[in-house]
């Protein structure tokens, strides 16, 4: 069963392993740049969902 939060991390990943791909060119920045923006993905997701949940009900 895919949840909301399992397909938001999915995305996040995918997202942040092709643009560490595009963007930088050696392995290590690699690595470190999809780190970095797999991390933002999911604490802005997450503070995006915290702070809309009052308007859900």
């Given at each position: 069963?895919?949840?909301?939060?399992?397909?938001m991390l999915?995305?996040?990943?995918?997202?942040?392993?092709?643009?560490?791909?595009?963007l930088r060119?050696?392995?290590?920045?690699?690595?470190?740049?999809?780190?970095?923006?797999?991390?933002?993905?999911?604490?802005?997701?997450l503070a995006?969902?915290?702070?809309?949940?009052?308007?859900?009900?």
């Open positions: 069963m895919a949840t909301h939060l399992l397909l999915l995305f996040a990943f995918l997202v942040s392993v092709v643009l560490a791909a595009l060119a050696t392995a290590g920045e690699r690595v470190r740049y999809a780190g970095r923006s797999f991390g933002l993905f999911v604490v802005v997701g995006i969902a915290w702070i809309l949940f009052p308007f859900s009900r």
